[in-house]
């Protein structure tokens, strides 16, 4: 089992819970750019990122628009987060 599916198990897909928090997620991630206002030569590292790939897990590397210049940290191995970012320096295993 991956390290976050605990957490994401609680997360029902398509649920009101689901939907809850994927809003609060995208309205962090639009404070977040409207107060860094990121240039596309700004780096980012990103402590903590999810091993399990859904709609409301690692907006900072589904939404960001220099995804290129992120460096993405978590607990686990992540093989699914890492298919999906080769381009960013994790290659997929």
């Known amino acids: 089992?991956?390290?976050?599916?605990?957490?994401?198990?609680?997360?029902?897909?398509?649920?009101?819970?689901?939907?809850?928090?994927?809003?609060?997620?995208?309205?962090?991630?639009?404070?977040?750019?409207s107060r860094t206002l990121p240039w596309p030569d700004n780096r980012i590292l990103d402590v903590g990122v999810s091993d399990v790939v859904n709609d409301g897990a690692n907006v900072l590397e589904r939404s960001y628009p220099y995804q290129e210049n992120i460096t993405a940290s978590g607990l686990s191995d992540a093989p699914d987060f890492r298919v999906g970012v080769p381009e960013r320096g994790l290659p997929a295993d």
């Open 1 to 33: 089992m991956a390290v976050d599916q605990r957490y994401y198990a609680h997360v029902l897909p398509n649920s009101f819970s689901e939907t809850l928090m994927i809003s609060a997620r995208d309205r962090i991630f639009s404070d977040f750019m």
